[in-house]
């Protein structure tokens, strides 16, 4: 069972600029909550990625970032949300190397690779949330909760 603390921070994803401000901000939440610097990294990494494609396939959205617990650990949970298009097909999206245009097509599946837990909501017409969380020092195991 994992708590949220509450929305901590909306920004906007609509330029090149906020980019930069994701980047940020994931960095500077993740230094605040104990994350190491090679966490931070991933994590920041996996949020430039999910950040851009937000900006280039879904036409522009947010990201809300929110500290999570679960477990006796802490997390920070990243939510990239657009009304854009919409991914049809999730398999094909997440593989190594496939774009629908024009870039490298490792966005997405190494996003997932840098984070716990990765989970996409997506349909054709109604928009992309991708929701990632980190954990501080390793995820929360059921078996392991007191
Ligand atoms: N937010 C989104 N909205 C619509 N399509 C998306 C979104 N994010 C990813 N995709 C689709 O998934 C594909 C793979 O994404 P990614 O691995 O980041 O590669 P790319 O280099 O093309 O950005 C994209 O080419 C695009 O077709
Ligand atoms: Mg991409």
Known sequence: MHTAAGVEACLP??????LVWVRQHVR????????G????TKLVTAASEL??????HGGGGRMEATQVSGGG????????TDEGPGIADLDQALTDGYTSGGGLGMGLSGARRLVHDFDID??????TTVRVT??????????EEA
């Open 13 to 18: 994803i609509r330029s090149d600029m906020d």
């Open 134 to 143: 980190c954990w501080v020092s390793r995820p929360p195991r059921p078996r």
């Open 122 to 127: 997506s349909a054709p017409g109604a928009g």
């Open 73 to 80: 650990v802490r997390g920070l949970r990243l939510a990239f």
């Open 51 to 56: 950040a851009r494609n937000t900006l280039v």
């Open 37 to 40: 610097l090679v966490e931070q």
């Open 28 to 35: 500077q939440a993740a230094a605040r909550l104990g994350f």
